[in-house]
């Protein structure tokens, strides 16, 4: 149905995104495209839309859908064929959505004359079908509601070829689960083809027949997704594969010594409230409520919990950027203050935090190693020749090239930027690092360096560190303790051997049941796979 | 330990130069520009005829380039006297209204309750500029700097409401929250990290402004406000001899035409400049 001949799509200065791609694609199917950042994932699920980014252009090659040749029909055409026979779910699907637009009119504006009624869909979706519901806006949903009205907008022209631009990387537990059953359900009832872009190898396992590896815009590997998975040929497969993290496999890490050293940080009943809007409209929310936990030296804690759970609050809280509403911080033993303005130099040198988006934690305008620098001479006080000694040795402790020191940062990858802003928080030679997110945005082989270089650094400085993070099954092969948030309440925390054994709270239990696991996927599908057969035999 | 050349590691601390790639029609649009500047500023150096000389009879079109105007005088040595107002008075009042305007909208950017300066600006926003020369004409006169001042009133509302709005995603930017988390004063902040990203955008909104700016001072002197003769300025020369358009059209196209030399590529550039920014 879909056929991908020899596809050549190079950007600025001619450099390949893709390099003659190749790929076939039956109704009912389900291909996964897997690979780093920049292997031309993302410009392979756009191709099949017919559309190419700007700055990039199509050299050679073909793409072609139902027969016809996406690049030969004309923007009308083009149109039509999306409208009726395509849907493309992007990274983000809530930002899909028309702010402007009731609920009704969403899904509508998708619907063709075979589809089911807006009613249905939304019940399709498990959203409230209600009139009321109908005539919301965007901003007045959940953003779990809104990826829901997004889908249900996907599957409104019963489409016969889905894609998937990393549905999950976004989406909770839940949600996830329901767009793997609407994808199926497209698959079995109207035979839609779909391709799914992931670097996210569980939901591949789950999801898909067909596995193609990209590498730098080229196929290094195609096949079984089982196959491919479970044992992969190509050495950046093998890289891919052995990088996933895997909550089944993986040792956790042992809790340090048992010889309890006094905490270096201690949180106390710490409650945080946000207040959003002004007026009328105003609301209070509590991100954080009696939030009480200690940090050892050498120890890594993870907080986990979904989006919305207030772990960030909690890092800027102990930063000193959100002044919290109640509760104590004491480092080593004794209060510090809550408010940046208000710590002295040492409280504030002692707490780095490494930030989520490290590409806009530097001054554009400036250099990283500039950046590194200033921490530097501001919190060590050292001058001149000291300084560029300090930040030479930095650069080495975090791996990261002292040529790209002297770039900008939109000029490194993310996995060099995340590189440079460890190195701007060890400038400070803190106590406490606390990691808010920082290996979200990165794909699963740079994410695994960082994870590496982070144990390194502890295990050199027995720094501790505070990893936030919605990933259990990352945080699970090196952090000590977790402590596990719902709703701005810990409410749970525990050594991560005991955690994985035993879970005391049901969101804990929730978070452990949706952690990834690359080996448990495999094996559940393998079981499913036997019994059909054993079915289909007898 | 380290692999690195002593100048390399300090070669860090410096700002790489950022070599500007221009496009062909940027460097076209900035002659033309440059070259209307400079027929502005140094006009009256080369101009054949003094700005009161009077060389021929009312609206003659056979004498010198582009004929005479009402009163007999050579149109294009009019234009090359009249364009020093135009261009300067735009320039000098356009520079303190972005300066005042990014003061003000940089505090409304940092302060929490911005409310008070903003609520002001936009009282001020809804009259119009040519309304607060007018009246300001009638108190002090038809002057330069009473010109210039009305320029100002009425650009400071735009220019702090855009300001604000530049400086406010900086100013709560992942690195100025770096700098204070290192305990950085505010000055140094405001130095090192707000400034130097502030003044892009702004340069592209003053573009946009001068233009403003520019046709205020051309209506000034269209409405009979312009300097007092035998001087003039552009827009007062397409007010004068508008009356005798049949006879001497030139009189009235040429001033127009280069008001539009000057518009235009001003206009055109800020568009391109703010673009960059964007991006």
């Given at each position: 149905m879909i056929e991908v001949r020899d596809l050549d799509i190079r950007g600025r200065l001619d450099a390949h995104i893709l390099g003659g791609v190749s790929v076939d694609l039956e109704p009912g199917q389900t291909l996964a495209a897997v690979g780093g950042s920049g292997s031309g994932k993302t410009t392979l699920g756009l191709a099949l839309l017919g559309f190419i980014r700007p700055g990039m252009r199509m050299v050679g090659g073909e793409v072609r859908f139902q027969g016809q040749d996406m690049f030969g029909l004309s923007e009308a055409e083009l149109r039509r064929l999306r409208r009726e026979s395509i849907a493309y779910l992007p990274q983000n699907p809530a930002s899909t959505l028309t702010p402007t637009m009731r609920v009704e009119d969403l899904v509508e504006e998708r619907r063709l004359a075979k589809s089911e009624p807006t009613q249905e869909l939304l019940e399709l979706v498990n959203l409230p079908s209600d009139h009321s519901f109908r005539r919301r806006f965007p901003h007045q949903l959940s953003i779990g509601q809104q990826q829901r009205v997004a889908m249900a907008r996907a599957i409104a022209n019963q489409p016969s070829l889905l894609i998937l631009d990393e549905p999950t990387s976004s989406?909770?537990?839940?949600?996830?689960?329901?767009?793997?059953?609407?994808?199926?359900?497209?698959?079995?009832?109207?035979?839609?083809?779909?391709?799914?872009?992931?670097?996210?190898?569980?939901?591949?396992?789950?999801?898909?027949?067909?596995?193609?590896?990209?590498?730098?815009?080229?196929?290094?590997?195609?096949?079984?997704?089982?196959h491919v998975l479970d044992s992969p040929d190509h050495a950046y497969s093998k890289a891919l594969v052995a990088a996933s993290p895997d909550i089944a496999v993986d040792e956790p890490a042992a809790v340090p010594d048992a010889t309890e050293p006094a905490p270096v940080l201690e949180v106390r009943r710490l409650s945080v409230r946000f207040n959003l809007g002004r007026g009328r409209g105003r609301r209070t929310i509590r991100a954080a409520q009696d939030v009480a936990f200690n940090l050892a030296s050498g120890e890594t804690l993870a907080l986990?919990?979904?989006?919305?759970?207030?772990?960030?609050?909690?890092?800027?809280?102990?930063?000193?950027?959100?002044?919290?509403?109640?509760?104590?911080?004491?480092?080593?033993?004794?209060?510090?203050?809550?408010?940046?303005?208000?710590?002295?130099q040492t409280q504030r040198a002692a707490i780095q935090l490494v930030p989520q988006n490290p590409e806009e934690s530097f001054n554009p305008r400036r250099s990283v190693g500039d950046g590194i620098l200033r921490s530097i001479r501001h919190t060590r006080g050292l001058g001149g020749s000291t300084a560029t000694d300090r930040l030479a040795q930095l650069l080495d402790q975090v791996q990261l090239d002292p040529?790209?020191?002297?770039?900008?940062?939109?000029?490194?990858?993310?996995?060099?930027?995340?590189?440079?802003?460890?190195?701007?928080?060890?400038?400070?030679?803190?106590?406490?690092?606390v990691c808010d997110e920082i290996t979200t945005a990165l794909d699963t082989i740079v994410q695994r360096q960082i994870i590496d270089l982070l144990k390194r650094i502890q295990n050199e400085t027995s720094i501790s560190l505070l990893f936030i993070t919605h990933d259990l099954a990352l945080a699970h092969e090196f952090a000590h303790r977790v402590g596990v948030l719902d709703e701005g309440k810990l409410v749970e925390i525990a050594s991560m051997a005991e955690f994985v054994r035993d879970p005391q709270a049901a969101e804990s239990r929730e978070l452990l049941d949706s952690a990834v696991s690359l080996s448990r996927t495999l094996a559940a599908r393998q079981l499913e796979e036997d019994e059909y057969r054993a079915v289909a035999a007898s | 330990m380290t692999s690195l050349a002593g100048q390399d590691i300090l070669a860090i601390g410096e700002q790489r130069a950022r070599t500007a790639r221009l496009s062909p029609m940027t460097v076209a649009l900035s002659a033309l520009l440059l070259a209307v500047l400079f027929i502005a500023l140094f006009g009256p150096l080369i101009a054949p005829h003094g700005r009161g000389e009077v060389?021929?009879?009312?609206?003659?079109?056979?004498?010198?380039?582009?004929?005479?105007?009402?009163?007999?005088?050579?149109?294009?040595s009019r234009i090359?006297?009249?364009?020093?107002?135009?261009?300067?008075?735009?320039?000098?009042?356009?520079?303190?209204?972005?300066?005042?305007?990014g003061v003000l909208g940089v505090a409304a950017a940092a302060l929490r309750r911005d409310d008070v300066i903003m609520r002001v600006m936009d009282v001020f926003a809804v009259i119009p500029s040519i309304l607060v020369a007018l009246v300001l004409f009638h108190r002090f006169g038809a002057q330069h700097w009473v010109l210039a001042l009305a320029v100002i009133i009425a650009s400071i509302p735009f220019t702090t409401r855009y300001a604000r709005a530049a400086a406010f995603p900086i100013i709560h930017s992942g690195?100025?929250?770096?700098?204070?988390?290192?305990?950085?004063?505010?000055?140094?902040?405001?130095?090192?990290?707000?400034?130097?990203?502030?003044?892009?955008?702004?340069?592209?909104?003053?573009?946009?402004?001068?233009?403003?700016?520019?046709?205020?001072?051309?209506?000034?002197?269209?409405?009979?406000?312009?300097?007092?003769?035998?001087?003039?300025?552009?827009?007062?020369?397409?007010?004068?001899?508008?009356?005798?358009?049949?006879?001497?059209?030139?009189?009235?196209?040429?001033?127009?035409?280069?008001?539009?030399?000057?518009?235009?590529?001003?206009n055109l550039l800020a568009d391109r400049f703010a673009r960059q920014v964007a991006r």
């Amino acid at each position: 149905m879909i056929e991908v001949r020899d596809l050549d799509i190079r950007g600025r200065l001619d450099a390949h995104i893709l390099g003659g791609v190749s790929v076939d694609l039956e109704p009912g199917q389900t291909l996964a495209a897997v690979g780093g950042s920049g292997s031309g994932k993302t410009t392979l699920g756009l191709a099949l839309l017919g559309f190419i980014r700007p700055g990039m252009r199509m050299v050679g090659g073909e793409v072609r859908f139902q027969g016809q040749d996406m690049f030969g029909l004309s923007e009308a055409e083009l149109r039509r064929l999306r409208r009726e026979s395509i849907a493309y779910l992007p990274q983000n699907p809530a930002s899909t959505l028309t702010p402007t637009m009731r609920v009704e009119d969403l899904v509508e504006e998708r619907r063709l004359a075979k589809s089911e009624p807006t009613q249905e869909l939304l019940e399709l979706v498990n959203l409230p079908s209600d009139h009321s519901f109908r005539r919301r806006f965007p901003h007045q949903l959940s953003i779990g509601q809104q990826q829901r009205v997004a889908m249900a907008r996907a599957i409104a022209n019963q489409p016969s070829l889905l894609i998937l631009d990393e549905p999950t990387s976004s989406i909770d537990p839940t949600t996830q689960r329901l767009m793997l059953s609407l994808v199926e359900r497209l698959r079995d009832e109207q035979a839609a083809a779909t391709l799914l872009i992931s670097h996210d190898l569980a939901s591949v396992a789950r999801m898909a027949d067909e596995v193609i590896v990209l590498r730098s815009g080229e196929v290094v590997e195609r096949g079984a997704a089982r196959h491919v998975l479970d044992s992969p040929d190509h050495a950046y497969s093998k890289a891919l594969v052995a990088a996933s993290p895997d909550i089944a496999v993986d040792e956790p890490a042992a809790v340090p010594d048992a010889t309890e050293p006094a905490p270096v940080l201690e949180v106390r009943r710490l409650s945080v409230r946000f207040n959003l809007g002004r007026g009328r409209g105003r609301r209070t929310i509590r991100a954080a409520q009696d939030v009480a936990f200690n940090l050892a030296s050498g120890e890594t804690l993870a907080l986990i919990g979904r989006s919305g759970s207030g772990k960030s609050t909690i890092a800027r809280a102990l930063v000193g950027l959100h002044p919290p509403d109640a509760g104590e911080l004491r480092l080593d033993g004794s209060p510090i203050p809550a408010r940046l303005r208000s710590r002295d130099q040492t409280q504030r040198a002692a707490i780095q935090l490494v930030p989520q988006n490290p590409e806009e934690s530097f001054n554009p305008r400036r250099s990283v190693g500039d950046g590194i620098l200033r921490s530097i001479r501001h919190t060590r006080g050292l001058g001149g020749s000291t300084a560029t000694d300090r930040l030479a040795q930095l650069l080495d402790q975090v791996q990261l090239d002292p040529a790209l020191a002297r770039r900008r940062p939109h000029e490194l990858s993310g996995g060099e930027q995340q590189r440079a802003a460890i190195a701007r928080a060890l400038a400070a030679e803190p106590k406490i690092l606390v990691c808010d997110e920082i290996t979200t945005a990165l794909d699963t082989i740079v994410q695994r360096q960082i994870i590496d270089l982070l144990k390194r650094i502890q295990n050199e400085t027995s720094i501790s560190l505070l990893f936030i993070t919605h990933d259990l099954a990352l945080a699970h092969e090196f952090a000590h303790r977790v402590g596990v948030l719902d709703e701005g309440k810990l409410v749970e925390i525990a050594s991560m051997a005991e955690f994985v054994r035993d879970p005391q709270a049901a969101e804990s239990r929730e978070l452990l049941d949706s952690a990834v696991s690359l080996s448990r996927t495999l094996a559940a599908r393998q079981l499913e796979e036997d019994e059909y057969r054993a079915v289909a035999a007898s | 330990m380290t692999s690195l050349a002593g100048q390399d590691i300090l070669a860090i601390g410096e700002q790489r130069a950022r070599t500007a790639r221009l496009s062909p029609m940027t460097v076209a649009l900035s002659a033309l520009l440059l070259a209307v500047l400079f027929i502005a500023l140094f006009g009256p150096l080369i101009a054949p005829h003094g700005r009161g000389e009077v060389t021929s009879l009312p609206f003659d079109p056979e004498v010198g380039v582009f004929g005479t105007e009402h009163l007999g005088r050579d149109v294009l040595s009019r234009i090359l006297h009249g364009g020093r107002p135009i261009v300067i008075i735009p320039i000098v009042a356009t520079a303190l209204a972005t300066l005042i305007g990014g003061v003000l909208g940089v505090a409304a950017a940092a302060l929490r309750r911005d409310d008070v300066i903003m609520r002001v600006m936009d009282v001020f926003a809804v009259i119009p500029s040519i309304l607060v020369a007018l009246v300001l004409f009638h108190r002090f006169g038809a002057q330069h700097w009473v010109l210039a001042l009305a320029v100002i009133i009425a650009s400071i509302p735009f220019t702090t409401r855009y300001a604000r709005a530049a400086a406010f995603p900086i100013i709560h930017s992942g690195y100025v929250e770096q700098a204070r988390m290192i305990g950085e004063a505010a000055p140094t902040i405001l130095v090192r990290d707000v400034l130097p990203n502030l003044v892009r955008p702004l340069l592209a909104d003053a573009g946009l402004r001068f233009i403003g700016a520019i046709y205020l001072v051309a209506a000034a002197g269209f409405l009979g406000f312009g300097p007092p003769p035998p001087s003039t300025d552009w827009g007062s020369m397409i007010s004068e001899n508008i009356g005798g358009a049949g006879l001497n059209p030139w009189a009235t196209i040429a001033p127009s035409v280069v008001v539009l030399l000057l518009t235009i590529p001003v206009n055109l550039l800020a568009d391109r400049f703010a673009r960059q920014v964007a991006r």
